[in-house]
């Protein structure tokens, strides 16, 4: 069956199929995004072809049994490589692409959906660049004529430089163990998105479902609070408008009375804004981003935040506007946000909070610092847990800092905290430039 789009799990959807060139190095990878591929095809009501040797067969299988019902598991239909690739003796493309075709053709006749998962595999033979061109380039045709969604896997250390170019040429997508992109050789490529690979995204997901819960619930009471809050905040803009003559104590009181409104406006703002950012699928691709930007809208929001908690946020920017990074704008919003976030909540009144970017030869570095309650060697170890809070006495949840080194590790950089308890905490991030 043909589609103009199919999905090929619940971030990425494949326009007329997809053909998916997998070249892997870890077996545990490797089986887990088989699983993450097979998993996200059953919940779209595909079956499975999963071709492969019979030591990942099992492997597969076993970690399947674990989390589907029998009746998704009767979906999923396995075949030997060794008969599937080297029953003809030598790789035969003209056989194969025959065989595959029939092995298919009862699933197309009965109006049923199925993708495909093959291990490539073949016997020693003088010609198999040129044969295993021939073979994907007739594969790719296949895929974009029947709109499959199909994945040849390739273990790393059978391919050679120039082999493994000449496969991204008729493949559109290329993944690794860690990621997925389009094929930059690929005929009519766009611009380049880069996805985590498929097991990758499956766990992040999975990681993010309960927050999301939980976000989405507070998302729902803001709606019913902010409303009243802005009444109040009129009225005591009108009332101060009004008063100029009137005691001072009852000036100031309404001033407190404004800014204490504008504190909770400005939490539930926060709230609201990680709960969108979460909920947007385009969390994590990556893209080419210009920071200085994104950097100066967080700040602007945060120069408030500390304003209205008898803070002062101090910035330095060391760039020159044309850095660009491979992120994306939500997912660097939500690390730099999360930090100055956590800086305020936990300083001493009337301190300074301290931002610090620079650009740095091939990397950017941002530091924020501050000069509150800070923390134990040993609370500094869980910081990243999920979870992990330390302090009962704050607001929040938990998992931003979670959050922030997962995205942190997606794209590819690193975090470091330094903090010593009564005297304030550090946080180093470094995200690499594009050169």
């Not at 009129?234 to 009332?239: E, F, L, P």
Request: proline share 2%; net charge negative.
């Amino acid at each position: 069956m043909k589609y103009d789009f199919v999905k090929l799990n619940e971030i990425i959807e494949l326009s007329n199929g997809g053909h998916i060139l997998y070249v892997y190095e870890d077996t545990e990878s490797y089986v887990n995004n088989a699983v993450s591929y097979i998993v996200s095809g059953l919940e779209q009501e595909h079956h499975l072809l999963v071709v492969d040797n019979r030591e990942l067969l099992l492997l597969i299988n076993q970690k399947l049994e674990n989390i589907l019902p029998e009746e998704k598991l009767a979906m999923v239909h396995y075949t030997d490589n060794f008969d599937f690739y080297k029953m003809h003796g030598n790789f035969d493309v003209e056989n194969i692409v025959n065989h595959f075709k029939q092995i298919l053709e009862p699933f197309f006749k009965k109006g049923i959906s199925i993708r495909t998962w093959a291990h490539v595999d073949w016997t020693e033979q003088d010609n198999i660049a040129s044969v295993l061109k021939e073979f994907e380039d007739r594969a790719d045709y296949c895929v974009k004529d029947t709109g499959l969604v199909s994945v040849c896997a390739y273990h790393a250390h059978t391919l050679t430089v120039p082999l493994q170019m000449n496969l991204m040429r008729s493949h559109e997508y290329f993944m690794t163990d860690k990621e997925l992109t389009r094929s930059c050789l690929y005929r009519n490529t766009k611009k380049t998105v880069i996805f985590p690979s498929l097991s990758v995204q499956t766990k992040m997901q999975s990681e993010m479902d309960l927050y999301k819960q939980k976000l989405d619930f507070v998302h729902v009471v803001s709606h019913e609070v902010r409303n009243p809050l802005t009444v109040i905040k009129a009225y005591c803009s009108i009332m101060l408008d009004q008063s100029l003559n009137s005691n001072e104590e009852n000036l100031s009181k309404i001033k407190e009375i404004r800014d204490y409104v504008d504190v909770i406006d400005n939490e539930m703002n926060h709230i609201i804004h990680t709960e969108q950012m979460l909920s947007n699928d385009l969390l994590w691709k990556k893209e080419l981003v210009e920071p200085l930007p994104v950097i100066r809208d967080v700040i602007e929001f945060m120069t408030i935040k500390a304003r209205t908690q008898n803070l002062e946020l101090q910035h330095t920017l060391d760039l020159q506007g044309d850095e660009k990074m491979y992120t994306n704008k939500i997912g660097l919003k939500l690390i730099l946000s999360n930090l100055l976030s956590n800086a305020i909540k936990y300083s001493y009144e009337q301190s300074i909070v301290t931002l610090s970017v620079v650009a740095a030869h091939d990397k950017i570095v941002i530091k924020v610092k501050d000069h509150g309650i800070g923390m134990t060697e040993e609370q500094t170890r869980t910081l990243f847990k999920k979870y992990g809070k330390f302090n009962l006495h704050k607001s929040g949840l938990g998992i931003g800092l979670y959050m922030v080194k997962e995205l942190i590790d997606h794209f590819e950089g690193f975090i470091r905290i330094d903090s010593q308890l009564g005297a304030g905490t550090e946080a180093i991030v470094e995200l690499p430039l594009k050169q």
